[in-house]
């Protein structure tokens, strides 16, 4: 025990071997007959920068049953040097090559900076946990700030982690993280919960990874949740993720359950309880998959399952809200099973070009007619459109819009010059000339004076419609079209886009009917 409110532990190490160690351990040992305890929680202050810290470690293959616990002082700031590796990463909490002790922890204290590259909770064949202290959580919200050493981001974080067994084995890995009773403010690149053993065989090795936090926000570029690393091992791998408060952002892509189609079938599962996750990507990845949401918000700019692998269960209650970003042909959605108490919320961040009212897209697909008499309210719509939702009681919710903004508010004449831009009477309203202008709805027909168009700047129009039978029409310039609008394509005739501003509108193409050419 090392205590004094107002006093201060400092190291300071430039040796990246150097090793803070809590471990008990002795050769040959039965279960649980060791462990080391390190209590700083009634230090004021720990200052550190050391090559690695770890607890419960023992890097051999002897049996060895290594146990440790490490509790930080009030206020810590710890730099940690190494860059790791998942055998020897630079915080490592539960690790041995051989029978493990699960009761391994790293136990925060009220104000928390650290700096590692790489991070692993519950390592091969051992258990351990990251937490906040009880006994501060019960007196004020304690805090991590939590960054990379060589970068902005911990590289690697991983939660219940078999990956580096060398041997197809029966001890388990489990790793629990758990922020509850405080705040984090974490930037992570992958992380992994529940990463399976590599060698075949049919060891019960299981690995298990629960991740869960109650405030803050914790960035991940790309995270797995449950995975199987060989198909021709046995034991099963579990990821949890809870977030019961604050807002998970994955950047990239966040896959539940990946599975390879034989040996132990991994489990993923997302619970959000009036938390936040934003998501730009979730792949169902062929084991049981499973979105449960008590409240809360889920935030997913492109899909959520897919037809070949949709998610195993969807599962909605207390005023849940789903928020996507409508692209024609593309369904955000789709689930197996699916159940609601109808209280859930759908909110819709952004829409296609719309041609004609009502349109409608589908929002969730869903299988063997699970879904079948759920209802939703619908948020405010982007601009003025109007709708609902809809649920055909048999396999698919769709969003419904009835109205909006004129969907041929300008129509290209060319009857000036062949110039896209804000100055010229080129376009019509109703029959009388007009200048464009952004966040108009574009129409080119067959009427126009000139198929031929040069797009003079970069211009947002809402919407842009080809209704082209017998005109080609061709878009030059050093401009760009973009913003969230699409293109929808009727009429048999071509349009060619051919401008080298590049086009970035992320409203999609729709080809009803004639040729589209990316040049």
Not at 109 to 117: Q, R
Not at 347 to 374: E, N, V
Not at 452 to 459: A, C, D, G, K, L
């Amino acid at each position: 025990t090392i205590s004094g409110l107002g006093g201060t532990l400092a190291i300071t190490s430039t040796n990246v071997s150097s090793i803070i160690s809590v471990r008990e351990f002795t050769i040959g040992a039965a279960a649980n007959s060791n462990h080391s305890l390190l209590d700083m929680s009634g230090l004021g202050n720990f200052n550190a920068s050391i090559g690695n810290v770890w607890v419960g470690v023992y890097p051999g293959t002897t049996v060895s049953r290594p146990s440790g616990e490490l509790l930080l002082a009030r206020t810590n700031i710890l730099t940690v040097l190494a860059v790791g590796t998942k055998t020897a990463p630079s915080i490592d909490v539960g690790d041995t090559g051989a029978s493990p002790d699960v009761n391994n922890a790293l136990t925060l204290g009220i104000t928390n900076s650290i700096a590692a590259d790489t991070i692993e909770i519950g390592n091969q064949r051992s258990g351990g946990t990251l937490k906040f202290n009880p006994t501060f959580t019960n007196i004020t919200t304690p805090s991590l700030y939590l960054r990379g050493h060589s970068g902005t981001r911990v590289t690697t974080f991983n939660i219940g982690d078999n990956s580096s067994a060398t041997a197809n084995i029966g001890s388990v890995t489990t790793g629990v993280v758990d922020f509850s009773g405080g705040t984090v403010d974490a930037m992570v690149g992958s992380m992994i919960l529940g990463d399976g053993q590599p060698i075949t065989g049919s060891g019960a090795g299981t690995a298990t990874g629960t991740l869960t936090m109650t405030a803050g926000a914790l960035n991940v570029n790309t995270l797995e949740v449950g995975y199987q690393n060989n198909t021709g091992v046995t034991a099963a791998n579990t990821g949890t993720v809870n977030i019961n408060g604050g807002m998970l952002t994955v950047n990239t892509s966040l896959r539940l359950a990946f599975y390879g189609g034989s040996g132990g079938l991994s489990k993923g599962t997302l619970n959000i309880t009036n938390g936040t996750v934003q998501a730009t990507n979730i792949v169902a990845g062929g084991g049981t998959s499973t979105i449960n949401m008590s409240g809360g918000t889920l935030n997913v700019t492109n899909t959520m399952g897919s037809v070949a692998s949709p998610l195993s269960a969807l599962n909605l209650s207390s005023g849940a809200t789903l928020q996507f970003a409508v692209v024609n042909g593309v369904t955000p959605a789709q689930a197996t099973t699916f159940s609601s108490d109808s209280s859930g919320v759908i909110k819709i961040s952004s829409l296609p070009a719309i041609a004609g009212y009502p349109s409608q897209f589908p929002l969730i697909t869903y299988g063997g007619g699970s879904g079948s008499g759920i209802t939703f309210s619908l948020a405010t719509l982007p601009n003025t459109f109007t709708g609902y939702v809809s649920n055909d009681n048999s396999s698919t919710i769709y969003l419904v819009i009835t109205n909006g903004p004129s969907l041929a508010s300008v129509t290209w004449g060319g009857g000036i010059n062949n110039l896209w831009d804000t100055n010229a009477l080129n376009w019509t309203n109703n029959g009388a000339a007009v200048k464009y202008k952004d966040l108009d709805i574009v129409t080119f027909d067959d009427s126009a004076k000139t198929n031929n168009v040069y797009v003079t700047n970069t211009f947002t129009p809402s919407g842009w419609v080809q209704n082209n039978n017998t005109l080609n029409y061709t878009f030059t310039g050093i401009g760009s079209i973009i913003g969230s609008g699409g293109l929808v394509k009727n009429g048999n005739a071509s349009v060619t886009l051919a401008e080298t501003g590049g086009d970035s509108f992320s409203g999609g193409i729709l080809i009803s009917a004639g040729t589209v050419v990316l040049d």
